[in-house]
């Protein structure tokens, strides 16, 4: 299960830890890359983690996954705008989770990315995929081999966990990014003012982009 110290990830972790005892085979194991320099901010991060959860925790620092020597750097001169710096910073946390997965030898990775999260990303992802070719760059990563990704809140919205964090008393805020752009979350804005004016709108928009996935993954097979 990776764990930002985001609500999203913090609740999915909650839900996990009650489930896993109901599957004595499955072996729970959380996990956390550290991003930022800023190791004051690192470490309320990862107390406010640990404090919250009853099992280890795995800490990975991120560069050395990567083999970078300075992450928020990478991240800081993304754009010179940053509206594109979640994207990149998505891209680059998730191969360095493949590798942490690898290294625990985990064959499942668990999200805690919720519906309107999802959406935004995919829409900045299939934009991307135009350009990429001008760009020389490549937007999509394919999982590797023995490793499923899932995502138990691809049901919800953001505002959907943090209504139901706060109604169960379960965690205070999640921590801002310093480095948030304006791209992502205003598509996030946006498409939940969608499912707000015609409910489930979203849930076919998932189930197609997911078609579209499974449909891209066969043919590369």
């Known amino acids: 299960m990776a764990v930002s110290g985001s609500v999203s990830s913090l609740v999915l972790s909650s839900l996990l830890e009650d489930a896993e005892m109901e599957f004595p085979y499955v072996k729970l194991v959380f996990v956390h890359l550290r991003r930022w320099r800023d190791g004051t901010e690192e ?131 999640g921590f801002m990014c310093p480095y948030r752009d304006q791209a992502k979350h205003s598509i996030m804005r946006s498409l939940r003012t969608m499912e707000e004016r015609s409910p489930g709108v979203l849930s076919s928009f998932r189930q197609a982009l997911l078609t579209y996935d499974r449909d891209n993954e066969a043919v590369e097979r």
């Open 43 to 173: 470490e309320r991060v990862t107390d406010h983690i640990r404090k919250r959860l009853t099992k280890e925790l795995e800490v990975f620092p991120i560069e050395n996954l990567l083999g970078v020597p300075n992450f928020e750097t990478i991240i800081r001169d993304a754009t010179v705008s940053r509206e594109l710096s979640c994207t990149v910073c998505k891209a680059l946390t998730r191969r360095a989770l493949f590798r942490a997965a690898k290294r625990l030898d985990a064959q499942y990775i668990a999200l805690g990315e919720t519906l309107d999260e999802y959406l935004a990303d995919k829409l900045i992802e299939l934009w991307l995929m135009g350009r990429s070719k001008s760009l020389n760059a490549v937007f999509r990563e394919k999982t590797p081999e023995r490793i499923r990704i899932s995502r138990p809140l691809l049901f919800a919205t953001t505002e959907d966990v943090e209504r139901y964090s706060r109604a169960k008393g379960l965690f205070e805020n």
